[in-house]
């Protein structure tokens, strides 16, 4: 086999050689190499790539980045002392591999600088406080379960519950903002990918997003990578080219069982569901790099997606994760069959800092939609039982299908903070003889909210989009039949 000229040039200029004694997969056990760092970047002698995972005494421990298949006595040299990825503005708009690599026919990528993959997060006296909100164009999450900038939120919820939809609505409602989103793939199927790649192409969000991608096919050592090469890739862009960056993990269990299956192969010790012992720390190490830095005032916003198996919360992963993040947004399939999109938990969703960015009428709204939506659950209880409802539960019961109804968005549906707030304000204060029409409220809103020039317009245009989203009846209308959202565990025991 013919050597990489690349190679021939590390071993000339005198980096540390050594020669492969045994391959397991995509592990490989390299003799010699020494000194040389742990998670040091290594190239082999076709010009394929590995990173060091252990030193050891006699041997170096070395994970296989590529797809070529080595042999025993093939070389080895250090290529670099950290492990690093190429980074840039170029890549913006483009479909990549783990390595750097295009995948969209698009043509070659120039690369602004090299940033290392593991690098640690900022000092605490170099961040700034969080205080400014991050729009997904989500009513229930802005209103109810604000995101700010520099953030930290899980996304849970089982499979087919919906996360990777709302994360992908997360993204297409920054086609039009500064922020560049970076979309991490762990392990999915070709088939997801092109998914991920139409839907964002179809609402023209592609043109700012870094979409970094690893298959099932691909050795697991990349899965395992690819959070750590997004996060590095956001990193180069939010402190040296002064850009917002969001980070979508796209899922973080998938990262977990990868990491698993490399310890397990590697004879590492296994801990709680055989994940190995610094599983914690992989993930904390990992989110903990988000937030703002006070040198430009710019921000590195997280969303990892992690899996709840059979909405369990409880989970090894999920309370990990919960316990890392600044809060959580939880899908239920119970929601989810009620035909509420998307599949929200009110009652177990929560955020720790996002009140933070929001002014005195979200705020205030926010309260008086958790009151009502309480009310509603309550107003449920009583429906089961069949008997005449009395008037106040007949309205909590109106209310609560009301807000349901704002809340419920298709997968291509965004709204602005202020076109949100307009439909809250009027959702919250119908009169009891007032009916609304959510459809047409949805409808005109957009138009009502583009024109708002300050805050003195709200009152007058909230009263005209009421105006026209008024139903006109003088019967009474029939009771509706109320769609509950689960109770939480507390509640159901």
Known sequence: MARNVDFDKLVAAGKSVGEIIAIERFLIKVKGLQPVN?????????????????????YVSVLHLGNKNLSVGMTVVEQHSELVTKA?????????????????GKGPIVADAIWPVFSPAPMLYKRELLDTQL??????L??????????RIALLGDSKSGKTTLAIQTAINQRNTDAIVIYVLIAKSVKDIDSLITQLEAADALKNTIILVSTLSE?????????????????FLWQKLNQDVIVIYDDLTSHAQAYREIALLSGISPGRESYPGDMFYSHSSLLERAG?????????????????????????LPTNIMSITDGQWILDM??????????VNVGLSVTRVGGRGQNTRQKNQGVQALKYLSAYDQAVEFSHFGSEMAGGAQKDLTRGNNLYGLFTQKANETYSLTAQQL?????????DDELVDIATLKSKVKDFASKMKDDSDFDKLRDQLKAESLVKSTAPKAPQTPQAPPKSEEAKT
């Open 38 to 58: 742990n998670r040091a970047l290594v190239m082999f002698e076709d010009g394929s790539k590995g990173f060091v995972q252990h030193v050891f005494e006699d």
């Open 88 to 104: 840039g503005k170029g890549y913006i708009g483009r479909v990549i591999s783990v390595t750097g690599e295009p995948l969209d």
């Open 135 to 140: 729009e997904t164009g989500v009513t229930v």
């Open 142 to 151: 802005d209103s109810l379960f604000p995101l700010l900038r520099g953030q």
């Open 219 to 235: 050795s697991l050592a990349l899965s395992y990578l690819a959070p750590y090469v997004g996060c590095s890739m956001g990193e």
């Open 292 to 316: 703002k830095i006070s040198d430009n005032h710019k921000s590195l916003t997280a969303v990892p997606l992690v899996l709840t198996p059979d909405g369990d919360i409880t989970a090894y």
């Open 334 to 343: 119970q929601v989810f069959r009620n035909s509420i999109r998307p599949a």
């Open 423 to 431: 439909m809250l304000d009027i959702v919250l204060n119908l009169g």
